[in-house]
Structure formats: C-alpha cells, structure tokens
Nanobody
Framework: QVQLVESGGGLVQAGGSLRLSCVAS????????MGWFRQAAGKEREFVAA????????YYADSVKGRFTISRENAANTVYLQMNSLKPEDTAVYYC????????????????WGKGTLVTVSS
C-alpha cells in the first residue's frame, strides 16, 4: 500500500512563495513519475506538474509555467513543488500523485493520491 503525505500548505499574500512537500512510503518510490494536482472550491481537479522517476523531465500546466518548479529527492522519497509569484487564483487544495509516466499523470491516470494540503493566496 502506497501512502503519499503532503505538507507545506498555508496562507500567503499574492506575490509570495510556498514550497510543498510530499513524502511517499510503502513501496519503491524512484521508479514512478510523481506529480501535483489542485482543486479549487467548486471546480474540477486539474493537473499542475509532473516529474519523471529520474528527475530529468518535467511537465507543467500552462497556468503555472515559469512560476512553479517541481523536483524530487529519491533518496528521501520526497517530491517538492516550489511555488513563486503566487496569485489568488492559485488558491486550492494541492494533491500529490503517483503515476506510471508523466504522460499518464497529465491524463489523470493516477495510481495513488495524497489527501491534500490547502494553499490560500490572499489579494
């Protein structure tokens, strides 16, 4: 059984930064693509970013490109999402996810989900 536990959410002013972390446990971490999704109140869950098992390829939604950076540390079974220049429209619950590939992640073919961490950006 894979468990994904997110942390790092909180309240931040527009223009500020946050770094989310996701720790995986329960199986081999380094062979999977990892990613982040978000879901704002009243909206569908949307893809944010993904990273290959090796960390050499990343993929971002257009809405966060240039502002968010995904990275991973396989030795620590951890994936990160550095969020800069935050906007009120980034307010959402952010979910960590594991999938077979980046392409599967972007297509929402996720194998495991975390429970989410709330990010609130005030104007």
């Amino acid at each position: 059984q894979v468990q994904l536990v997110e942390s790092g959410g909180g309240l931040v002013q527009a223009g500020g930064s946050l770094r989310l972390s996701c720790v995986a446990s329960g199986r081999t971490f380094s062979v999977s693509a990892m990613g982040w999704f978000r879901q704002a109140a009243g909206k569908e869950r949307e893809f944010v970013a993904a990273i290959t098992w090796s960390g050499d390829t990343t993929y971002y939604a257009d809405s966060v490109k240039g502002r968010f950076t995904i990275s991973r540390e396989n030795a620590a079974n951890t994936v990160y999402l550095q969020m800069n220049s935050l906007k009120p429209e980034d307010t959402a619950v952010y979910y960590c996810a594991e999938a077979a590939t980046n392409q599967a992640m972007a297509s929402h073919r996720v194998q495991y989900w975390g429970k989410g961490t709330l990010v609130t950006v005030s104007s």
